[in-house]
């Protein structure tokens, strides 16, 4: 599924900004966004438990067909907030851009996108996954315990810069 670039605008406006830029050339580009998500060694995903609670957790991360996927055991707490509530968030950050990305996290069940996304986590973390009637596996660990993945869409996301002045806000509607 390929989409559409979202929209970039500035965070603040000119009366709320102090000591935020308001300077439109700071604004961030998509691409910087998503070069900081593919290449993140880690990230946190926050998601919501039954009762309302928040939930927030390390995940390793890896971009496949134009979206972030984490994963994780479907038993997990992460794993039952998401089967309850595909609401979450992902945070990330680098040396030049500290990334808030809301949207929801739906389980992949196609073969073929499952293969893909595997070796995206096998060329990445060089962590072997196998998959198999629909499902994911590692067979390494004792009982071959099951992973789901997740393909994470964003509906809005917020950067930003490590000079703690400019903000940038993506809209994906």
Same mark, same amino acid.
């Given at each position: 599924? +390929?989409?559409?670039?979202?929209? %970039? ?25 998503? +070069? @900081? ?23 390793? *991360? ?8 984490? +994963? +994780? ?8 907030? *998401? %089967? &309850?509530?595909?609401? @979450?968030?992902?945070?990330? &950050?680098?040396?030049? *851009? ?14 073929? =996108? ?5 070796? %995206? /986590? ?7 996954? %196998? ?14 315990? =099951? $992973?789901? /993945? ?7 996301? /917020?950067? $930003? &810069?490590?000079? &703690? *002045? ?5 809209? /994906? =509607?």
């Amino acid at each position: 599924m +390929t989409r559409a670039t979202p929209t %970039a605008e500035l965070l603040f406006g000119e009366a709320d900004a102090t000591p935020i830029s308001t300077n439109e050339a700071t604004v961030k580009s998509w691409d910087d966004a998503r +070069t @900081c998500l593919e290449a993140a060694p880690k990230a946190w995903l926050s998601t919501v438990r039954p009762d309302g609670r928040a939930h927030a957790m390390p995940v390793l *991360l890896v971009w496949v067909d134009d979206a972030p996927w984490i +994963t +994780t055991r479907p038993t997990s707490r992460k794993g039952r907030n *998401l %089967a &309850g509530n595909a609401n @979450c968030v992902v945070t990330v &950050g680098s040396e030049t *851009l500290d990334l808030v990305v809301e949207g929801k996290a739906v389980r992949a069940w196609d073969e073929a =996108e499952l293969l893909r996304v595997a070796a %995206a /986590f096998k060329a990445k973390y060089e962590w072997d996954l %196998a998959v198999r009637d629909g499902s994911v596996h590692e067979d390494a660990l004792p009982g071959s315990p =099951e $992973y789901g /993945f997740y393909r994470i869409t964003p509906t809005r996301a /917020f950067g $930003y &810069g490590v000079d &703690g *002045l400019t903000a940038t806000r993506w809209r /994906f =509607e």
